[in-house]
Each structure stands twice: as C-alpha cells, then as structure tokens.
C-alpha cells in the first residue's frame, strides 16, 4: 500500500470509503511482488494495481463488491488450462489477493495502520486473512513501542493470547523489515499453516526508503543517481569538494552532502542497515580507502566500488596495508557493475543496478533464456529460511 499510501490517505481524510485488494501470496513467476495493491473508493475511483493487468478488472469488481457488502474476502488467481479465456494470469503464476473493506473510523486498526504508512512512520499491518469467519479482516497496526487496533473488538476474549503472539511476530517482522504471512494457532502458538483450528495473518511491514550513498560527485554518479531513485532508493551524494558536489549538479538527489566521505559515513551509522547500499565512485585513494576501511566492517547490504582491473588490486592491497582481512575486502565488489560492455554514464549506471538488484535478489547474473529455473530467486531463499510460523509470501 506504500505506493498509494497518499491517495488512502486523502480518502480516509475526507471519511471516503474503499476497499484494499492486497497480494498476500505469489506462486510462479506472478507478475508483482507480495504488498502490491489496488484501491477502489465508493465513487469506482482506482489507483495502484495487483497484477500489471492480468486481473486488474477483476479485482476491481471483487472491491466494489467489498465495499457494497462489507465483507473482506481472499481471492485466487492463476492460469486455467482448461479455458485459456478464464481470468488469471497468462504467465503461469498464481495471486493469492486478500480484499478488505475500509470505512474511516471504524477500525482503529486500519486507521492508524494507513496514517502511519502515509506520513512514512515504520509500521507492521498485520490483517487476518484466513481462519475463523469473526477473525477474518481483523486489523492490528504495530509500532515499535505500541499497537492499536485489537483482534477482540468487544473487549477480552481467548483471542488475547494470540493478539499477544501475533504482535510479537509483527514486531520481529518489522524490526528486520520484512513482509510475510504467520500463521498461529488460536492460542497463540506457532504452528504448520495446514494445522486445524489455525489463523494465517499477512504482515506488512512499512519501513523508510531503502538508502544508497554515492561518493564522488563525477558525471557517472549523475546516472547512478537518476536510476538509484528509479529502483526507490533514497539517494544521497557525497563529495568532498563543494565545486562539484551542489544541488544544481545532482537534481534528483535526496540530498547533496560536503564533507569527507569518511566522516559523512560515520556520522550516518545510527541510519544505515542491511539494505544499505553505498557505490563508491571518487577513483581516489585518499577518499577511498579511509571510506571503504569502514563500509567493508559495517552490516550494509552492499559496497562498490569504481575503478580498473589495475585500480582495483592496488586499492585492495591498501586495504591490507590499514588491517582488514581477507574475507572482508571480499565483500567489496570492484569493479563496480555487470559485465555489460557499458561505456557511457548511463549504461554503466545500467550495469551498477543490475548488480545491486542481483546481490539483493540473488540473481545468478545470467540471460533468463539460458536456463530453465525459477525466476525469482528471493522467494525461494526467504522461505528456505523462514521459521517455522512465517511463510515468506
């Protein structure tokens, strides 16, 4: 719902009803990623999409329908081989899309869940969308330190245990910014999701835009730039000389900072994370090596860096020379970018993304026409490494 958080949020204002079609299941190689949404208000206004357009009509019918009845329902869809005509998706996936009513006040779960994800706040949504029909489409928004909404709308009740646990595994989920599905029993224990007597909840979790801090003001880190906020990345440039490092240079950057990249990146620790990414462009040893001598020691998703074959196993063996080990230049991926025969700013920009969403997914790096296995390879890591009450959706 992040992508059309604004718009939720400018209908719940003005007390609008709608209704959320979320995906909370992808099988296959389904066209979006589990979060994605589409929204219909009263009025047959539609914003976002679930599928690309597979089965966005649908969809559409399945929320007017939802806001019509007040019923929130879970929807399958896939290709059919018996009527190639039949909704679903003609790339052999499979959409699991959990619709849910919203009537502004009614919910103080979903009220707050959409004012949080709006105004950027980091938020689990955890929403029942399978289980016992009194359960289904109750809303929990869960914070850091807090939680509104209830799964007993009507005071305490045996769902307190498992309100207790959910919020537990919706905390868990947020701090490591993860979306997934949870599946507890009604007393709140962890069990199989086809156990009976079960509850399934999706777990979103909303949390600030993912940073990438470019270093080196130069023509090339104008591209990186421009496609780093394509990807959704929150962009910041650093460089150390003021001539080149402004605002007019670097327009699309999130911010534009003057200061020794070192310094600039140890004044950042407290906001940087796991999906991380720093590109390391300034091809200068009195920048680089003070810079890379702490990004290869901290826990960020990625570190590049620009350079030749030549530049690269010099500024590894200063590397040495300052004490990080060997399995800690190795994180380091220099020369920065796939092997695609880039030249200008642009296609190397190309290039650099390619291996950033590679090492984020787990891409193998190949042409998709030269194997015949899975095309998402995240899916299949995350649920290889799930516990056992989470079911990566």
């Known amino acids: 719902m992040q992508d059309i958080a604004e718009q939720l949020q400018a209908w719940h204002a003005s007390g609008r009803s709608f209704a959320v079609a979320t995906v909370v299941g ?18 047959g206004e539609a914003v976002g999409s679930v599928s690309g357009g597979c089965v966005e009509g649908a969809v559409y019918e399945l929320c007017r329908e939802a806001i019509d009845s007040g019923r929130p329902v879970l929807e399958r869809f896939g290709y059919s081989d018996e009527d190639a005509f039949a909704v679903g998706l003609t790339c052999g996936g499979i959409l699991d899309v959990f619709v849910q009513p919203v009537v502004p006040g009614a919910d103080a779960g979903l009220d707050a869940g959409i004012t949080y994800i709006a105004s950027g706040t980091p938020v689990a949504l955890v929403r029942a969308i399978e289980g016992p029909a009194g359960l289904l489409g109750a809303t929990v928004a869960v914070t850091a330190g807090t939680h509104h909404g209830t799964l007993s709308p009507g005071g305490p ?213 030269s194997g015949a296995g899975p095309i998402h390879h995240d899916l299949q890591r995350a649920d290889a490494g799930a516990p056992k009450a989470w079911r990566v959706a």
């Open 26 to 43: 992808v099988s296959g190689s389904a066209p979006r990623d589990p979060g994605a949404a589409l929204a219909v208000d009263a009025d």
């Open 157 to 369: 009740s045996t769902t307190g245990a498992l309100e207790r646990s959910v919020v537990a595994e919706a905390r868990a989920l947020l701090d490591a910014g993860k979306t997934a599905t949870v599946t507890l029993a009604l007393d709140g224990r962890p069990c199989d999701p086809t156990a009976a007597s079960t509850v399934t909840f999706f777990v979103e979790s909303y949390v600030p835009k993912p940073r990438m801090l470019v270093f080196g003001a130069i023509d090339f880190a104008a591209a990186v730039v421009r496609i780093g906020k394509f990807l959704g990345y929150h962009v910041t440039v650093c460089d150390a000389r003021p001539v080149f490092a402004t605002a007019r240079r670097f327009p699309e950057a999130d911010e534009v900072v003057v200061d020794w990249p070192h310094r600039y990146l140890d004044s950042q620790l407290e906001a940087l994370d796991g999906r991380t990414v720093l590109c390391v462009l300034t091809h200068d040893a009195k920048f680089d090596i003070p810079l890379l001598e702490r990004a290869l020691r901290l826990p960020v998703g990625f570190v590049g860096a620009m350079g030749s074959r030549r530049t690269h196993l010099e500024r590894n063996a200063k590397l040495r020379d300052v004490g990080l080990s060997e399995a800690e230049i190795a994180r380091l991926r220099s020369p920065i970018g796939l092997d695609l025969g880039a030249r200008t700013p642009e296609e190397t920009a190309v290039a650099v993304a390619a291996e950033i969403v590679a090492s984020r997914r787990g891409g193998g790096c190949l042409p998709l026409s």
